[in-house]
């Protein structure tokens, strides 16, 4: 054999089996990287940010804070959440909803009410009357009803997931004059949360609901006539000092709007499957604790606002008219939630 065309063919063996080595041993590093990558990963530090619109005493702020307390610990220190109180990230809780919606704001604890707008199914615990009492309402959000509410928070694709349901108690009408009766309310102008199922009940009755109005604006646009009144649990009317506006609070406990501890998807789409798992657990874990804060600001609220506003029950008759009332709302959903709605009023 021609010796030029043995070296030649040595010479491309050669280079065949450095090309290989080379490859091999670029595959190798890349691999490595990657691996390097997720080790440094489950190391890396994150800062988020969490909206409240509430005190730092309120019951919701309190549950806020030791959410981020559990997850700052669980995470050895490595993922810290800043609650925000008092509004000073937003004031109003669409705004933070939107935010969130858009990546630009990590967690928020927010009311359910101007979530239904786009998660339709959250508007049926949010129904007027479909829970008989704390007790019920409780077990309802905490339990297998309550698990599938929070799932279509994420199934929606809005860029939100829910994390938990906070209480946030039974809302009763608050108003500058006194009332006796449901038809009282014919004509009046009552500050709601943006809630279809708010509005259909006062028009119900014969009123009229006003959005658009952030909780801190109610006490001034109630002193100014822009309302009549308005309605919310009575830790809100207390504490936001709605009660020296509007001193006629009647328990007609008409609705219980759980609150929910929300993460933006942009958010969690930066972490680990680990850390999302872990959030979930800490915002779990945070609801008893939640609950308890709120029994106990609901009792001290009540005896405050006593000194100064007229607290009222509504009376059987009156409240058997707005049963009434109520079940006029649940006609609306019943095409598509019927199955919802009778498995919520038949739960114990």
Not at 192 to 205: F, H, V
């Amino acid at each position: 054999m021609n010796r030029k065309k043995v070296f030649g063919y040595k010479k491309r063996k050669f280079l065949f089996c450095l090309a290989a080595v080379v490859s091999f041993a670029f595959v190798s590093i890349l691999v490595l990287l990657i691996f390097l990558s997720e080790t440094d990963y489950s190391k890396k530090k994150f800062v988020f940010k969490l909206s409240e619109v509430h005190s730092d005493d309120y019951p919701t702020a309190l549950a806020d804070k030791e959410f981020a307390r559990r997850v700052y610990e669980r995470s050895g220190g490595r993922i810290k959440i800043e609650v925000y109180t008092d509004g000073r990230l937003y004031s109003d809780e669409p705004d933070a909803l939107k935010s969130l919606m858009d990546g630009e704001l990590d967690f928020a604890r927010i009311s359910s009410a101007p979530i239904g707008r786009f998660v339709p199914k959250l508007n049926i615990i949010q129904l007027p009357l479909i829970c008989r009492d704390t007790e019920h309402f409780l077990k309802v959000i905490t339990g297998p009803i309550g698990k599938s509410l929070l799932d279509s928070v994420e199934k929606a694709n809005i860029g939100i997931v829910g994390l938990c349901f906070y209480n946030s108690g039974a809302r009763s009408l608050y108003l500058k004059n006194e009332i006796h009766k449901i038809e009282d309310l014919q004509g009046m102008k009552i500050r709601i949360q943006i809630s279809p199922t708010m509005n259909e009940l006062l028009e119900c009755c014969g009123a009229s609901g006003v959005i658009g109005i952030g909780t801190h604006e109610v006490y001034d646009k109630i002193l100014n006539g822009i309302v009549d009144g308005a309605e919310n649990n009575i830790p809100t009317y207390q504490s936001m000092g709605d009660y020296l506006a509007a001193p006629f609070y009647v328990r007609t406990e008409h609705a219980r709007v759980p609150d929910i501890l929300l993460a933006s998807s942009s958010t969690f789409s930066k972490l680990s499957e680990a850390d999302v798992e872990l959030i979930r657990e800490c915002a779990l874990e945070s609801e008893a604790f939640q609950f308890e804060q709120w029994e106990k600001k609901e009792k001290s609220s009540l005896d405050i606002v006593k000194q100064v506003a007229n607290v009222v029950d509504l009376p059987d008759e009156e409240r058997a008219k707005l049963e009434e009332k109520s079940k006029m709302v649940y006609k609306k959903y019943e095409g598509e939630y019927g199955d919802l709605i009778r498995e919520i009023l038949a739960s114990e």
